[in-house]
């Protein structure tokens, strides 16, 4: 019978007599490896004229399942009724295995799409980071240069400079929903004051605030309030709602924020006086790619997922967040809940002993295939009194370190042959470049690049557009560090994204 069944059937016709414990057995058997949505219907033929023998059979209805039982003697239409409603049910199993099977394959399809997202999305950033990064050079280039410059230069490297970070922004915003959705942003928490994230976040978000006249008020709890969270995550979060407030304000706008604190949480607002939001968008307002109408020119509209990254990032730390607002033009409030955690214990810091400040500057090598990119570093490098030298690939960067030891390696990952991994592992084995520093400039910054970038030695991993002060100031860090390069008082050399 087993043997008829793996050959294929659609229901089962058996006479009791036939369904001995032996194959009884077989039937448990042949069932249990059926598919989660099978259902198999047996018609079980009993009785024939013996009364009282289906009720003995309990055994045979709890292994078979699905059966309809009829008892003998039985007319031709009882058993051909039985037999059509047991095809009927096997039919609706057949479909419902073809639902399954398609949804299955669109599932599949999905994740091979988001993959295919995420690649392009890190490719996207890559791509774009490299023409972005001479471009803020040049812009920090022309600053340095001459502070008495003419209005209307000034103007335009202040304009290129605004622009290049909103562009660098907006590149990080698309970033961070892959990492999110993949489930690859990893918080680093620690206890922290409330009022330090809210003005980093002031910090970030003034230059939006002050190009439209905007007034800012800000009221905090008298007590401190601490948060378990991580700094840089946090004041974005704070960081982004304080710039849609500025996007969706009139010029002359006023924003406020307010914190309210007890035992178990802080609630924070940021409200506005802009353009609100309608009760029809306002449920939708945190989803996805979701974009508002209030602005008609939609200049302002940016991507739709500053929001979405916002949500995720406070359920993250354990928060809520939710917009509040009257309708359009009647202002926006958004209200973020979380967490307190109580004062981390008093620690007294060593005493900080200040390195003798070295007289000469460093010797620098940048290593970049964008030849606008290399050579824009190095003629803002040089203006700080470094000695720079460049080379657009791995073997001229090799050749380079040869003939003089560099002190400092601004190396970019995505070079053209030998990568820039290689070429760091290469860099690294050469004994004249045991106290070299190594610093990764790559449009590259995904978490698994700092892993490769630390594997292959190098001390910090620094995303492009790497920010002029930023780099200028470890560079300073360094040259006052004097003989040493690894001295104990500079900053952790662990790699770390910047």
């Known amino acids: ?50 009364k009282g023998t289906l009720p003995t059979e309990g055994r045979r209805m709890e292994v078979l399942g699905n059966v309809i039982l009829i008892e003998r003697p039985m007319s031709g239409e009882a058993l051909v009724s039985a037999a059509r409603g047991a095809l009927r049910a096997r039919r609706r199993q ?9 949804r299955a394959a669109a599932n599949a399809r999905l994740l091979s799409a988001a993959r295919q997202k995420d690649e392009f999305l890190a490719m996207l950033a890559h791509e774009l980071r490299n023409p972005l990064a001479p471009i803020r050079n040049a812009a920090e280039a022309i600053r340095m240069a001459d502070e008495t410059l003419p209005p209307r230069v000034r103007w335009a490297r202040e304009m290129i400079e605004r622009q290049s970070r909103h562009l660098a922004g907006l590149l990080e915003d698309l970033l961070d929903v892959s990492r999110i959705t993949t489930g690859k942003v990893t ?48 004041a974005q979060v704070f960081g982004n709602l304080l710039d849609n407030a500025a996007k969706y304000t009139s010029d002359g706008g006023a924003i406020e924020i307010n914190a309210t604190a007890d035992s178990e949480q802080v609630v924070v607002s940021v409200k ?18 979701s974009q508002s109408n209030r602005a008609l020119d939609r200049a302002q509209g940016g991507l739709g997922i500053g929001l979405s990254v916002v949500r995720s990032l406070v359920d993250m730390h354990g928060g809520s967040v939710e917009a509040q607002s009257g309708g359009l033009g009647l202002g926006t409030q958004m209200i973020v809940t979380l967490p307190v955690v109580q004062a981390p214990s008093a620690v007294t810091d060593p005493p900080v002993h200040a390195p003798p400040i070295a007289q000469r500057g460093l010797h620098v090598l940048v290593v970049d295939d964008n030849i606008d990119a290399a050579e824009s570093l190095a003629a803002l490098l040089e203006m700080t009194g470094h000695h720079v030298r460049t080379a657009v690939d791995g073997l001229g960067a090799l050749k380079e370190c ?19 991994y290689e070429t760091a592992r290469r860099l690294k084995a050469m004994p ?22 630390k594997e292959a030695g190098f001390d910090y991993h620094f995303v492009k557009p790497v920010e002029p002060d930023t780099l200028i100031a470890l560079l300073d860090g360094l040259r006052n560090a004097g003989s040493s390069m690894h001295d104990s008082s500079l900053p952790d050399m662990t790699p770390r994204v910047t």
């Open 1 to 50: 019978m087993v043997e008829s069944l793996n050959q294929g059937a659609a229901c089962a016709l058996i006479a009791d007599e036939a369904l001995d414990s032996r194959a009884l057995q077989w039937v448990a058997e042949w069932l249990s490896v059926q598919p989660p949505w099978s259902d198999f219907p047996f018609i079980l033929l009993g009785g024939n004229g013996r």
């Open 94 to 102: 057949y479909q419902a295995r073809a639902m399954i099977a398609e």
């Open 187 to 234: 918080l680093k928490c620690v206890p922290i004051e409330l009022g330090s994230i809210l003005t980093a976040a002031v910090d970030a978000a003034t230059p939006s605030i002050e190009a439209r006249h905007h007034s800012l008020n800000m009221m905090l709890p008298q007590e401190v309030v601490y948060l378990n969270a991580d700094p840089t995550r946090m």
């Open 272 to 289: 506005d006086n802009g353009t609100g939001i309608s009760p029809e968008e306002l449920p939708e307002i945190f989803e996805l790619f």
């Open 402 to 420: 040869q003939s003089e030891a560099p002190d400092v390696v601004l190396l970019d990952i995505g070079l053209p042959g030998m990568d820039g």
């Open 432 to 453: 004249s470049l045991s106290d070299a520093i190594l610093i990764a400039t790559t449009g590259y910054g995904q978490a698994d690049d700092v892993a490769r970038s």
